[in-house]
């Protein structure tokens, strides 16, 4: 049986509360591994990839000699060790030549793993124009129909979200709108380009939108492939039924957060409605007489 070893202090213990499973994740973190031999193609591909996923990211300096699709022991390590589900490794071969690995994890274990070769790469650095801050929140846009015939291009496409969609939100203004990364499958091949959105007057509420290339561009060719299981891909999409907001009737919370309830009753007769007797309100003998003397001296 496994030892279960507790934290002796303080900061290993939240270290360890903080990777406990949580109802509502958080933003997937990823890390970038240069492998043994890399050319300068695949180097600069990660900088890049690492500037546009920053800062839920981590660039390893040192070079590792790993092979993915043959032993995944020590990319399971380094992915508990960083508390990251997401990674990417480049390497670079005669047989496999600029080589980039998109990979996931599921439970400490590897759930999916894509790997690609680049072809005609141009760099951040090529381009002369603004940048998007770090961390903005990017607009995927899939292009292709073979996204949604070919059972491993949507898990391909799925693959891809999950590594670039950032923090969940449930609504974002227009300004907001500012990064978009496009993907196109043709033959084989996925082309990623990355567009800055610029939004300027055009007389009317709506906006007039111009888009500018800001790099990277990757023309990626789809090498090999290896994904989990249909059950084990079902279970690792599953969400807990906490997670699911119930909606209870006639209970609604306005802008500042108050509840307020609606409900709902039957037409009551007033006129029989038994009220609280009070000793003020009851009619003695002498107030009797008074009002019987005040009725006769009207007449």
């Keep these: 049986m496994a030892q279960i070893i507790k934290p002796k202090t303080q900061k290993g213990k939240r270290i360890l509360e903080k990777r406990e499973a949580k109802i509502i994740e958080d933003v997937k973190s990823a890390i970038i591994i240069r492998g043994g031999r890399t050319s300068d193609i695949v180097t600069d591909a990660l900088k890049n990839i690492y500037a546009m996923k920053k800062p839920h990211a981590v660039m390893f300096q040192r070079k590792n000699i790993l092979r993915p699709f043959e032993d995944q022991t020590s990319l399971e390590f380094f992915s508990q060790k960083n508390d990251a589900s997401l990674f990417v490794f480049g390497s670079h071969s005669k047989k496999r030549p600029h080589n980039l690995v998109f990979g996931r994890f599921y439970d400490g274990h590897l759930l999916d793993m894509v790997e690609f070769g680049i072809e005609n790469y141009v760099p951040l650095s090529k381009f002369k124009n603004e940048k998007c801050m770090s961390g903005t929140k990017p607009c995927l ?9 070919s059972s491993d291009y949507k898990r391909i496409k799925n693959l891809l979200i999950d590594f670039w969609r950032g923090q ?7 300004q907001g ?5 496009q993907f196109t ?3 084989g091949k996925i082309y990623m380009r990355s567009y800055r959105l610029i939004l300027k007057k055009s007389g009317t509420r709506t906006p007039r939108v111009e888009i500018t290339e800001i790099g990277p561009s990757i023309d990626l060719l789809v090498r090999r492939v290896s994904l989990a299981s249909d059950n084990l891909y079902k ?11 119930q909606k ?8 500042f957060g ?5 409900i ?3 037409s009551q007769n007033l006129d029989k409605l038994q009220l609280r007797k009070r000793k003020a309100l009851k009619r003695t003998a002498d107030s009797e007489k008074t009002s019987s003397k005040k009725l006769k001296r009207q007449k």
């Design 141 to 149: 846009l899939f292009s292709g129909e073979i996204f949604d015939t």
């Design 168 to 174: 969940l939100i449930e609504s974002i203004r227009l």
């Design 177 to 181: 709108l500012e990064h978009v990364i």
């Design 185 to 187: 499958a043709v033959e």
């Design 235 to 245: 279970e690792a999409c599953r969400q807990p039924k906490a997670s699911k907001i």
């Design 248 to 255: 209870t009737k006639n209970v609604e919370h306005d802008a």
């Design 258 to 262: 108050t509840k307020t309830g609606r």
């Design 264 to 266: 709902h009753m039957q």
